[in-house]
C-alpha cells in the first residue's frame, strides 16, 4: 500500500519535513559571510547546495526565508563555501542557531578563521576545502531564495590530494538526511553487515543531534 502527500492541502510545514527526509543525502554548503560594514564574519550551514555550471564554475544554494547569509551577500556580493567534513560535525551544528545578525558564529561557536585571497568573507581554517566566491545570480522562489556565487578561487589541504585530486575517503563529507539525522555516505564499501560491531562509517548509518538549531 502506498500513501499518497498532495502539498496543495498538507500544511507547508507538513510537506517540508516530508519533502528533506526523501531528498537525501544532501551536501552541506557551510557559509561564511561578512556584514556589509565588514564588522561581523557570519557562519552558518545551507543542506539545499549543489554545482550549477562547470564553465564558469557557479555553485548555488538555497536561502529559506531571509537570514543573515542571503542579507550579507546581497549587500557584499561576496561569500566562502566551506567544505563540512564528518569530524566538523560539533562546530557545523553549532553555527545552525540563530544569532542575531551582528554576533559572529565564528565567535559563538569557537571556529578558527583565517583570511580568504580574493574576497572579503574569512574562510574556515580547519575546513580542508574553501570555493570563494562572487555572487553570479539570486532567483526567488516562493519561500526561498536560490544563491548562485562564481568560483574565484579555490584552496585544498595537500593531505588530502590522492593521486591529484581530492580524496573522498579522506574528505569524509558530511551529509543531511532528513529531521535531525546526519549521515556520512562517502564510504564506497563498508563491511558492518558482516560485522556484529555497529560501523559509524557506513552510508546506512546516520547521527543524530539533538540542538534545537534552526533548519539546515
Not at 28 to 41: L, N
Not at 94 to 114: C, D, K, N, Q, W
Not at 192 to 204: E, I, K, Y
Amino acid at each position: 500500500m502506498r500513501i499518497e502527500y498532495d502539498p496543495e492541502v498538507m500544511d507547508g510545514a507538513d510537506f517540508y519535513r516530508f519533502l528533506t527526509s526523501v531528498v537525501v543525502p544532501r551536501p552541506i554548503a557551510w557559509i561564511s559571510t561578512i556584514t556589509p560594514d565588514e564588522g561581523t564574519a557570519n557562519l552558518a550551514p545551507h543542506s539545499f547546495f549543489s554545482i550549477a555550471s562547470t564553465d564558469p564554475p557557479v555553485v548555488g544554494f538555497t536561502s529559506i526565508g531571509r537570514k543573515d547569509t542571503l542579507r550579507n551577500i546581497e549587500a557584499t556580493g561576496e561569500f566562502v563555501l566551506n567544505f563540512s567534513s564528518e569530524s566538523l560535525l560539533e562546530l557545523i551544528n553549532a553555527t545552525a542557531i540563530t544569532f542575531p545578525r551582528s554576533v559572529s558564529e565564528f565567535e559563538t561557536a569557537g571556529v578558527e578563521r583565517e583570511p580568504s585571497r580574493c574576497v572579503r568573507p574569512p574562510r574556515v581554517a580547519v575546513s580542508p576545502v574553501v570555493l570563494e566566491c562572487r555572487s553570479h545570480t539570486t532567483l526567488r522562489l516562493g519561500n526561498s531564495t536560490l544563491i548562485f556565487g562564481q568560483v574565484v578561487h579555490a584552496v585544498v589541504d595537500k593531505d588530502y590530494i590522492v593521486d591529484g585530486r581530492p580524496s573522498v575517503e579522506l574528505l569524509r563529507p558530511l551529509t543531511k538526511l532528513g529531521g535531525d539525522e546526519w549521515g556520512a555516505p562517502w564510504a564506497r564499501s563498508c563491511t558492518c553487515a558482516a560485522s556484529t560491531t555497529r560501523n559509524p562509517t557506513c552510508p546506512g548509518n546516520a547521527m543524530r543531534t539533538d540542538s534545537g538549531s534552526r533548519t539546515v
